[in-house]
Nanobody
Framework: QVQLVESGGGLVQTGGSLRLSCAAS????????IAWFRQAPEKEREFVAA????????YYVDSVEDRFTISRDTAKNTAYLQMNSLKAEDTAVYYC??????????????????WGQGTQVTVSS
């Protein structure tokens, strides 16, 4: 299996930026599609973005497509989520997930096998 550890969360003002990292260990990182999800208090976990195992394809939820960028560095076994123009509604715990077969357009959390522990992002207005 693969182990995932997120980092990079924090407190930022509206309009600011953050870059989240998802460090992977265990099985070969390059074999896995990677996704980012988020969960706000009292809300269900929602899909944010995903990137294919090769890095050649990405997929975003509409609400972040023009502001967030997902990427990966296979040499570092790390995936990233660059978040720009942050809004208060982006406040949530952000999780990365991995799966070998789940398509990157799959927004259902239970379809993704491996998860990190999450990192808190708070956007203050």
């Amino acid at each position: 299996q693969v182990q995932l550890v997120e980092s990079g969360g924090g407190l930022v003002q509206t309009g600011g930026s953050l870059r989240l990292s998802c460090a992977a260990s265990g099985r070969t990182f390059s074999n896995y599609n990677i996704a980012w999800f988020r969960q706000a208090p009292e809300k269900e976990r929602e899909f944010v973005a995903a990137i294919s195992w090769s890095g050649g394809a990405t997929y975003y939820v509409d609400s972040v497509e023009d502001r967030f960028t997902i990427s990966r560095d296979t040499a570092k076994n790390t995936a990233y989520l660059q978040m720009n123009s942050l809004k208060a509604e982006d406040t949530a715990v952000y999780y990365c997930a991995a799966d070998r077969v789940t398509a990157i357009s799959t927004m259902t959390p239970r379809a993704w096998d491996y998860w990190g522990q999450g990192t808190q992002v708070t956007v203050s207005s």
